[in-house]
């Protein structure tokens, strides 16, 4: 997810495991929190990334070079990934 505060753009991104999926699409009694007394990570991790500010040109090439490789990244299980590699 791409958000937008004023000058600053922050990135996050969501990481998660089939318990996750479980309790998304599973019946509504699905526990919230994983089992307790297992050593197994939370279910759903959210890294953030930023704030990038526009105003300085380090910050801008940084995350315009995270969105595209994130879109390479996403076309590559498309036919259309060779259009963009090639103008790369």
Known sequence: ???Q????FHISIGT????????????????VLPT??????PFLQIQELGPFNVKI???LRIF???????ILWQLEKA??????????
């Open 1 to 3: 997810m791409v958000a």
């Open 5 to 8: 505060d004023h000058l600053g």
């Open 16 to 31: 998660y495991d089939t318990s996750y999926l479980e309790y998304i699409f599973g019946p509504g009694s699905q526990p």
């Open 36 to 41: 307790r007394g297992t050593n197994k990570f």
């Open 57 to 59: 040109e380090g910050h």
């Open 64 to 70: 315009l070079r995270i969105m595209l490789a994130f």
């Open 79 to 88: 036919s259309e990934d060779a259009v963009f590699k090639e103008v790369l």
